[in-house]
């Protein structure tokens, strides 16, 4: 691997018509003034680099969760998905992926299935690492259901600065673990509900790689 591939990483189809507005700007305010066109770059190139969408290599044997998204874990906790999925009024372990904006923002499929239900909610846009961002902030949640007949939900939530949910992917398309599903602009935060009885192999703080990190081994409760 080269230096420019190191650096120079592909961009979302999603993040074109921002970088071009965001180079028009910068070409404006080179005319005002030197300084402020210099500023417009920097600002150009971060726009660029938030939209990139780098290859991941992911883990592929069978049974393992990886993480949805870049960042680091803010939350490990019992909650109950949302209600909206149907999974149910039990409570499953939570584990929470908060991005900010310096972090690639392609959402990934944490494992293979099928998509059972996706569902978008409006809501409030609180700081994406509080607790209650996972039930007052806008969100749109996935069922992916296994083979083994377990289900897992993902759940993108917006935060203080993102204002957008893309998700490209609809119920009945089968997903392979990794595979891009969505992306949320400016920052925010990913929920994973793990099935009954799988503990998370991940600590509070970790860095995450969206696709390549493995939050856990879902390997069948009932046989071990």
């Known amino acids: 691997m ?7 990483k592909p961009m979302h189809p999603e993040g074109r018509k921002f970088v071009a507005i965001f180079a ?3 070409l404006v305010l080179f005319l005002i003034w030197e300084v ?4 417009g770059v920097g600002a150009t190139v971060w726009c660029y680099y938030f ?3 780098p290859e991941r290599v992911t883990p592929r044997r069978p049974g393992v969760l ?3 998204a870049d960042g680091v874990i803010s939350l490990i906790e019992p909650a109950v998905p949302p209600q909206e999925l149907g999974m149910g009024d039990r409570a499953l372990t939570r584990v929470s992926v908060f991005m900010n904006v310096f972090n690639c923002h392609v959402n990934r499929a944490p494992i293979a299935g099928t998509v059972g239900e996706v569902s978008y909610r409006p809501g409030k846009f609180l700081n994406a690492s509080l607790d209650k961002a996972s039930v007052d902030n806008e969100r749109n949640s996935l069922r992916i259901d296994m083979a083994d007949g377990r289900s897992i ?3 993108q939530i917006a935060g203080l600065v993102a204002r957008r949910i893309v998700c490209w992917t609809k119920p009945g398309t089968e997903l392979a673990t990794g595979e891009r ?7 925010s935060r990913l929920d994973v509900y793990l099935p009954d009885g799988i503990t998370p192999l991940v600590s509070l703080g970790q860095t995450m790689v969206a696709g390549e990190t493995v939050i856990a081994e879902l390997t069948d409760v009932s046989t071990t």
């Open 2 to 8: 080269n230096m420019l591939d190191t650096f120079v």
């Open 24 to 26: 028009a700007i910068t």
């Open 36 to 39: 402020l066109g210099w500023i």
């Open 51 to 53: 939209f990139r969408d």
């Open 66 to 68: 990886v993480s949805p």
């Open 153 to 155: 939900a993902v759940v």
């Open 181 to 187: 599903f969505g992306l949320i602009r400016f920052g």
